[in-house]
């Protein structure tokens, strides 16, 4: 049974550009979250995505926005990169009703 | 707004020694609690929950936590710690938002063992 995977796993992007990020839930979850994780920091919620639709969304600026397709998979974007947008994003599903959160390994992003 | 306070950032424990980790929270009703851990490099692994009922839960690799709600508290215990439990651990906070959870992360607390 795959657990949460995402794609890449380090990706050195410079300032100014845009960046995607892949996530495929773990089997059978149809809830697919992003946070950020800072250097040091516990992470912190970027939004939520259920039904092909952003229902939750924590305080990051519009330049962060996602897409949730028909097979639950998701994809973070990130225009215009800023130094600070350097992080680990994590990827976490879940079940729709309030199953715990299933967390990938994370995305590496470093912005030069 | 929820939110969680891990007080130590860091904590060093001998093999074998006993272990308790520092988790309050803030939140208006009856909070949904977790611990989760994170191995460098790795994504979040969650250790137990907490949701109603008894509160002392029991989690996977020998870990406890003991909910107290006068103390707004749900602090991570293990008996005897192994060299293999070095990591960071991360207390959250959350509850059904919309129909599902929207975890708080603390900002976590470094394990480190000693031999």
């Known amino acids: 049974d795959a657990g949460v995977t995402q794609s890449p796993t380090h990706l050195i992007k410079t300032r100014g550009q845009q960046v995607t990020l892949r996530c495929s839930p773990k089997s059978g979850h149809d809830t697919v979250s992003w946070y950020q994780q800072a250097l040091g920091q516990g992470p912190q919620f970027i939004f939520q995505y259920y039904e092909e639709e952003e229902r939750q969304r924590g305080n990051f600026p519009d330049r962060f926005s996602g897409h949730q397709f028909p097979n639950y998979s998701s994809e973070l974007n990130v225009n215009a990169l800023l130094l600070g947008d350097s992080a680990l994003y994590l990827c976490?599903?879940?079940?729709?009703?309030?199953?715990?959160?299933?967390f990938g390994n994370g995305t590496r992003l470093t912005v030069t | 707004a929820q939110s969680v306070t891990q007080p130590d950032i860091h904590i060093t424990v001998s093999e074998g020694a006993s272990l308790e980790l520092r988790c309050n929270y803030s939140y208006g009703a009856t909070p949904y609690l977790f611990w989760y851990v994170q191995s460098p490099g790795q994504g979040l692994q969650l250790l137990l929950k907490y949701f109603s009922g008894d509160t002392l839960v029991q989690g996977i690799k020998g870990f406890e936590a003991e909910f107290k709600r006068s103390q707004s508290s749900f602090n991570l215990r293990k008996p005897s710690v192994h060299w293999s439990d070095a990591a960071e651990y991360f207390c959250?906070?959350?509850?059904?938002?919309?129909?599902?959870?929207?975890?708080?992360f603390g900002r976590g607390t470094s394990l480190i063992v000693h031999p």
């Open positions: 959250a906070v959350g509850a059904i938002s919309g129909g599902s959870y929207i975890p708080t």
């Open positions: 976490a599903s879940s079940l729709e009703g309030g199953s715990p959160l299933h």
